[in-house]
């Protein structure tokens, strides 16, 4: 579970975020500026990132406050599960990224695992659909659902991407250091669940 400040400091900046979005009182647009401005003092109180760096990640954005949409492929071969190498971090996770603008779930699936692993793919099936704060992964300012979706290798081969160094299926014994940013340990044997068991329901949070 996420710290109980970074979980207030989220709900105050939605709040502020949607606040000024539809405000027109210029009192109530003070408040809420104040508010955004408070959201950020707590961020850099409890960080080392700059004020004004969280500002315009973190407090940056317009419109009603909603989570954001991060996507995975799940890909089996033989057994063992595709991941590729993250040159960010020098760890491993399974191709995916933040879903984008004009693509359907699925599609960002098939669009990731080709950009980042080589092997072109046809979706199967989602499996499931977590919240990222009920997950073991470093704290961060955005609210987040992660969808990972079954794909079957249809065609490619394997080549790494410009976000990525390397490209390897690994057995659920052996899995490598995890990017824990994009994925747990235990959502990677979670993904196993499913590979051996076509029948398990889907987990939604």
């Not at 990972?148 to 081969?157: D, L, N, S, Y």
Request: hydrophobic share 40%; glycine share 6%.
């Amino acid at each position: 579970m996420e710290p109980k400040w970074l979980e207030w400091a989220k709900q105050i900046q939605a709040i502020a975020q949607t606040g000024l979005t539809y405000a027109k009182d210029v009192y109530d647009i003070e408040r809420y500026e104040r508010l955004r401005d408070l959201s950020v003092e707590m961020m850099g109180s409890y960080t080392d990132v700059s004020t004004e760096k969280i500002r315009l990640s973190f407090a940056n954005e317009d419109g009603y406050a909603t989570p954001k949409v991060d996507v995975r492929g799940v890909v089996f071969r033989e057994g063992q599960i595709l991941m590729v190498k993250e040159k960010l971090d020098g760890a491993w996770a399974l191709p995916g990224g933040w879903a984008d603008i004009g693509y359907s779930p699925a599609e960002v699936a098939v669009k990731e695992v080709r950009e980042e692993s080589g092997f072109q793919v046809a979706p199967i099936r989602l499996l499931t659909v977590f919240d990222k704060k009920f997950h073991a992964h470093p704290p961060e300012p955005y609210h987040v659902y992660k969808m990972f979706i079954q794909c079957e290798i249809v065609g490619g081969e394997a080549l790494s991407g410009l976000e990525t160094s390397e490209v390897r299926f690994f057995e659920e014994t052996e899995l490598p250091e995890l990017s824990l940013e994009r994925n747990t340990r235990e959502q990677i044997l979670t993904m196993f669940e499913y590979y051996r068991d076509p029948g398990k329901r889907v987990i939604v949070d």
